[in-house]
C-alpha cells in the first residue's frame, strides 16, 4: 500500500464528472452491450523487460559535470513503459536504477545477468540510459554514479560491453536502446569507425535512438514540465502517442519515434542537438507502445435502406427525389421508392400549369417506410427562367463541396433576381451559405424564406438548425416552436428542441420531446442521444447508458448523402467543448465520439472505472480532441490507481488531463484538471 495516503488526497481534488452532477441511488450495473477493448497489433511480443538507469549525482566528479533531471527522466520513461496507454511493460519486468543504486555493479548485473536471463526469442528488451558519456582513448563508456574520471575503464561501462551483452547474452526479437547522455551520439553504428564496433555488428533486432550526434551537446532544462532532457521529454511524449502519426493506427513504430523525436529536439534546441538512429538495423515490423484511443474506429457499414411512399392530389403529377424524376404519379394511386439511403432527400411534385410542391426536405429512416405527401394547388405564377435557376442550383447543392455550393449560391440569387418572393429560392440560399459556413448570409436568406412565407416550416427548421449551430438557442427555440405549431408532429423539430432544452439545462423538457421524436419515428436515432444526454445529466444514469447504446445501434450506418447536410444534426457540438464546429464529413464520427463519451460518463458515475476507460477511449478513436472525454478518462485512471493501488494508471491519467488544457483552458474542467496535475506530479515524485 506504497501511496494510499497520497491516492486518497488526490481523490478529493474536486473529481467532478466532465458536465454531470452526481447521481443519487442509481443502481450499479448498467446493462450494456460490451465494448472491446482495442487489441495490438497481432506481433505484440511475447513479454517485455526493461533496464532504466538515471543518474544526476556523481559523487566523484567536479560540480561542472554534475546534473540535474536524468533521475527524474528515469521515472517518466518508467512510467510511460508501464503505461497501459503506452509501452504496456509489467511493472515487476521493469528495473530502475537511480542515484545511488545506478553503480557499475548494479548496472552490470541488470543488464549482463537478469535481461540476459528472463528475455526470451519472443520477447521485447529495452535498455534506457540518461547520465553522462565520455570517450577514454577511442572508446565510449557510459558513466555510473561511482564513476571516476581518474579510473575511467575501471569505473565506465564499456559501450563494448553493452554491444557484446545486447548481441550476444540477450535474446528477444526486439531490442531498444535509448540513450541521453552528452556524448551519446557518439555510440551510435554511424560512429563505429572511431569507436568501438560493438553496436555496430549488432543484429536487425536493434533499435537504437541516442540523444545526439558526435561531439553535441545533450541538453536539459527546467523549462520542460518542472524539468527534463530535451531528449527523453520528446520520447516519452513520442510514446505516449504523439509519434502515433503516420499512419495514426494506435501504435508508435521504431521509424515514427525516431522521426517525431528528431523533429521535436532539434526544433527545441534550435537545431543545437540532432538525435540520431540508425533505421536499416532493426525489423521495420517494431513497434514501441499502444495507444488504444488512437485506434482507428471502423468505417460506417453501409447504408441500410429505406423507403419513400408518395402520394399525389392528381394525376400525372411528376415526381423528382434529389434532382431527378422518379416517374409520374397518378391522384389515388401512391408511388413506393425503395433503396434509399437514410437521412435527408430533396422531393419536388410537378405537374403542368401549376406551382410545383416543393423542393422540399423529407427524411428517410433506416428499415422503414416514409410517406411523403404531394400537393399541386396554386396556378402557375412564377418565370419559367427562375424556375430553372433554382433546379440548376439544386442540382450543384446535391453533389456537395464548396465549389458545388459557391455555384448553387450563384444560381439561387439569379432565381432570386428574377422573382423576389421566391421562398424556396431563399431557403437554399440559405442552406447553401451555412454549409459555407457564412453564418450572416445564411440567417439573412433564412429570415428572407420565413418573411415571404411564415408556413414554410423548412425554413423555419433549417434556420433553428443553424441557430443551434452557432449557439442562439433561445432563438432556435423560438423557430422549433413555430414548427411545431404548424405541425406538432414534426419529428425533426421534436429532435432540435430535446438538443436546444439539453443545452438550456431544461433536461425535463428536453426528454418530453426527445420521447414524443422517438414514438414518431422509432428508427431515428438522434433523439436517442439527446434523450441520453438529459437522462444522465438528471442523474437517470442506468436509463441514459441505455439510450446511448440505443443510438449506437441505430446509427451504426452511413447515412451521408453525396455533399447533403442534415442540417438539424449540425450544430450537434456546440457546448460540447469543441472550439469551432465540426465539418460536413465528420458529423457521423463526431456524434458516435459522443455516444461513447456518455457511456463512459454513465460507467464512471457508477464506480466502473475499466469499463469507462475502454468507452472513452472508443470515443476518442473517433474524435481525438474532446476535451470531456479526455477528462473522464483521466479520472477513471486517477480513480483506479487509487483503487488497485498501482501507480501505473497515474501515468495515463496525468496525460490525459493534460490534455484537457491542451485542448480548452477555459474550461472549468480544465481548473480542475490543473489541481489534479499536480497532485499527481507529487505522487509519482514520492515514489
Not at 48 to 57: K, L
Not at 91 to 118: C, F, M, Q
Not at 306 to 315: K, L, R, Y
Not at 424 to 432: K, N, P, T
Request: contains cysteine.
Amino acid at each position: 500500500m506504497r501511496n494510499r495516503f497520497l491516492f486518497a488526497a488526490l481523490a478529493l481534488v474536486g473529481l467532478a464528472t466532465a458536465q454531470t452532477p452526481p447521481p443519487k441511488g442509481q443502481q450499479r450495473d448498467l446493462k450494456l452491450e460490451k465494448i472491446e477493448p482495442p487489441k495490438p497489433p497481432s506481433n505484440a511480443p511475447a513479454h517485455s523487460y526493461a533496464v532504466v538507469v538515471g543518474v544526476a549525482a556523481y559523487p566523484k566528479l567536479e560540480a561542472k559535470f554534475q546534473l540535474h533531471f536524468p533521475e527524474r527522466d528515469a521515472q517518466s520513461i518508467y512510467h510511460a513503459l508501464t503505461s497501459s496507454e503506452g509501452g504496456n511493460f509489467k511493472e515487476e519486468n521493469v528495473r530502475v536504477l537511480t542515484g545511488a543504486k545506478a553503480t557499475l555493479a548494479g548496472v552490470r548485473d541488470a543488464i549482463g545477468k537478469w535481461l540476459p536471463s528472463v528475455a526470451q526469442g519472443e520477447d521485447r528488451v529495452v535498455i534506457y540510459f540518461a547520465g553522462h558519456g565520455f570517450i577514454y582513448e577511442g572508446k565510449a563508456y557510459l558513466a555510473p554514479s561511482d564513476f571516476d574520471m581518474g579510473n575511467v575503464k575501471g569505473t565506465g561501462y564499456p559501450m563494448d560491453e553493452l554491444g557484446s551483452t545486447i548481441a550476444g547474452k540477450i535474446h528477444a526479437k526486439w531490442k531498444v536502446l535509448l540513450t541521453d547522455a552528452c556524448h551519446s551520439g557518439a555510440i551510435t553504428p554511424e560512429d563505429s569507425e572511431n569507436l568501438n564496433h560493438g553496436l555496430g555488428n549488432l543484429t536487425e533486432s536493434l533499435f537504437s535512438l541516442t540523444a545526439s550526434r558526435d561531439r553535441e551537446i545533450s541538453y536539459e532544462t527546467p523549462e520542460l514540465e518542472g524539468g527534463h532532457g530535451v531528449f527523453t521529454y520528446y520520447v516519452v511524449k513520442g510514446l505516449e502517442g504523439e509519434a502515433d502519426l503516420s499512419p495514426q493506427d494506435g501504435t508508435v513504430s521504431a521509424d515514427e519515434l525516431a522521426e517525431y523525436v528528431h523533429t521535436q529536439v532539434r526544433k527545441s534546441t534550435n537545431g543545437l542537438q540532432n538525435p540520431t538512429s540508425d533505421r536499416s538495423s532493426y525489423d521495420k515490423n517494431m513497434w514501441l507502445s499502444f495507444i488504444p484511443g488512437n485506434v482507428n474506429p471502423a468505417t460506417a457499414p453501409p447504408p441500410q435502406f429505406g423507403t419513400m411512399a408518395i402520394t399525389v392530389n392528381m394525376d400525372d403529377v411528376e415526381v423528382f427525389v434529389d434532382g431527378n424524376s422518379v416517374g409520374v404519379v397518378a391522384k389515388g394511386k401512391p408511388f413506393t421508392l425503395p433503396g434509399l439511403k437514410p437521412g435527408q432527400h430533396t422531393v419536388k411534385g410537378v405537374h403542368q400549369g401549376f406551382e410545383p410542391d416543393g423542393p422540399r426536405e423529407e427524411t428517410i429512416y433506416p428499415g422503414t417506410e416514409s410517406t411523403v405527401n404531394i400537393k399541386i394547388l396554386i396556378p402557375r405564377r412564377r418565370s419559367k427562367q427562375a424556375e430553372e435557376a433554382l433546379d440548376k442550383g439544386l442540382s450543384y447543392y446535391q453533389k456537395g463541396y464548396e465549389d458545388n455550393y459557391k455555384k448553387a449560391v450563384e444560381q439561387f440569387l439569379k432565381a432570386m433576381q428574377l422573382d423576389s418572393k421566391y421562398s424556396q429560392a431563399a431557403y437554399y440560399l440559405g442552406l447553401s451559405y451555412n454549409a459555407l459556413f457564412e453564418e450572416d448570409k445564411a440567417q439573412q436568406y433564412f429570415k428572407k424564406a420565413v418573411e415571404i412565407d411564415p408556413d414554410y416550416k423548412e425554413a423555419h427548421a433549417a434556420y433553428a438548425g443553424m441557430l443551434l449551430d452557432i449557439g442562439d438557442v433561445d432563438e432556435a427555440i423560438r423557430q422549433i416552436n413555430t414548427v411545431l405549431t404548424l405541425q406538432p408532429n414534426h419529428e425533426q423539430a421534436l429532435t432540435m428542441q430535446a438538443q436546444a432544452y439539453r443545452f438550456k439545462a431544461l433536461y425535463d423538457q428536453s426528454i418530453d420531446a426527445a420521447h414524443k421524436a422517438i414514438a414518431l419515428a422509432p428508427k431515428s436515432a438522434e433523439p436517442h442521444l439527446w434523450l441520453g444526454d438529459s437522462l444522465r445529466l438528471s442523474g437517470k444514469v442506468p436509463d441514459a447508458a441505455a439510450e446511448y447504446t440505443q443510438y449506437l445501434k441505430l446509427s451504426d450506418f452511413d447515412s451521408k448523402l453525396a455533399g447533403k447536410l442534415n442540417y438539424y444534426i449540425l450544430g450537434s457540438l456546440f457546448g460540447m467543448g469543441k472550439k469551432k464546429r465540426a465539418a460536413q464529413e465528420d458529423i457521423w464520427k463526431d456524434l458516435r465520439s459522443l455516444a461513447y463519451f456518455g457511456i463512459c460518463d454513465c460507467q464512471y458515475l457508477s464506480k466502473q472505472y475499466d469499463a469507462a476507460i475502454l468507452a472513452c477511449q472508443k470515443s476518442l478513436s473517433y474524435y481525438s480532441q474532446d476535451p470531456f472525454a479526455h477528462y473522464d478518462l483521466g479520472l477513471a485512471y486517477l480513480h483506479k490507481a487509487d483503487v488497485s493501488d498501482n501507480p501505473a494508471d497515474l501515468a495515463p491519467a496525468l496525460q490525459h488531463l493534460r490534455q484537457v488544457i491542451a485542448i480548452n483552458p477555459d474550461l472549468d474542467q480544465a481548473k480542475t484538471a490543473q489541481k489534479n496535475i499536480v497532485m499527481i506530479q507529487q505522487a509519482l515524485a514520492a515514489q
